[in-house]
């Protein structure tokens, strides 16, 4: 007998079993995941207000079009001040990395670095197999924002990748005038309102964490800051498991930021 897939959508009215759709795994193709702006209220079958949230959807992504033209439209003609090296400093932090550095992150080390170097925002997607070492070319770019004066952030999608993210970095950076603190639902609501101001204030110099940082509070701050805002490099790890809403929130707050995208 053939098998079939349960859809559940809502009652027709209160109190009245779920209208049910069955589909044989035989069309498991004509079953897709909604991905959207927002998540629709589920309603029952027939009825006009699936299509009416269709067209709303349709409307949503043709004015979220229109933001992506004049963002990249901004960050095309922007232009921001280098950020120079410490020669010092920076070979000193290379030479505290206790593994031999491979060819292709040594690659990825410098061309980042010379993007950093430029006046021209950087948007670098770098990708590599676990061990690859993709998180020690990141720390590079943190230290030059730092070594500038500039601060960085570091989005994860997990909980568990923002505190060993965090532990990491601690440690790599613990020789160096670096902070780095983190945000995610395990920081203690009191030293989340002070880790959080103190970032706004320019004394955190990377700041690791979820979702979190794109919430309203953070991200209205930082576009009351403008130009005065000393972010200048986004860190986001995984970013395949972001939204293209998500990862163009800072593009809008600042298009001459500096994106560096890391995905396995």
């Known amino acids: 007998a053939e098998k079939f897939f349960e859809i559940e959508y809502a009652p027709p009215r209160n ?6 759709l069955y589909v044989p795994f035989s069309q ?11 998540t629709p209220t589920i309603h029952r079958l027939g009825g006009s207000i699936w299509i009416n949230t269709r067209s709303k959807a349709r409307e949503d992504i043709e004015v979220f079009a229109k933001e992506l033209l004049e963002i990249y439209g901004k960050r095309a003609v922007v232009k921001r001040i280098p950020l120079h090296p410490d020669t010092e400093l920076e070979e000193k932090f290379s030479h505290s990395f206790p593994y031999q550095e491979t060819p292709d992150q040594k ?3 410098e061309e980042i670095l010379s993007d950093l170097a430029s006046d021209t925002p950087m948007d670098r997607v770098l990708a590599g197999d676990v061990g690859f070492g993709k998180t020690e070319v990141a720390f590079r770019a943190i230290l030059r924002a730092a070594v500038n004066s500039r ?3 570091l989005l994860a999608p ?13 440690e790599r950076f613990q020789n160096f005038p670096i902070r780095v603190e983190s945000l995610s639902r395990l920081t203690n609501p009191r030293k989340e309102k002070m880790i959080i101001q103190d970032f706004l204030d320019g004394r955190i110099d990377c700041l690791v964490g979820t979702h979190r940082i794109l919430s309203k509070d953070i991200i209205h701050s930082l576009q009351e800051q403008g130009k005065k805002s000393a972010v200048c490099l986004l860190i986001i790890d995984e970013e395949q498991r972001f939204g293209v809403k998500q990862k163009e929130i800072f593009k809008n707050i600042r298009p001459d930021i500096n994106i560096l995208s890391i995905s396995a």
Request: glycine share 6%; net charge positive; charged share 30%.
């Open 158 to 170: 997990t909980t568990v990748l923002v505190e060993e993210h965090t532990r990491t970095m601690k």
């Open 107 to 109: 690659k990825a080390i």
């Open 151 to 153: 601060q960085s952030i």
């Open 15 to 20: 109190g009245a079993p779920h209208d049910t």
């Open 28 to 38: 498991k193709k004509k079953i897709d995941l909604y991905i959207g702006f927002e």
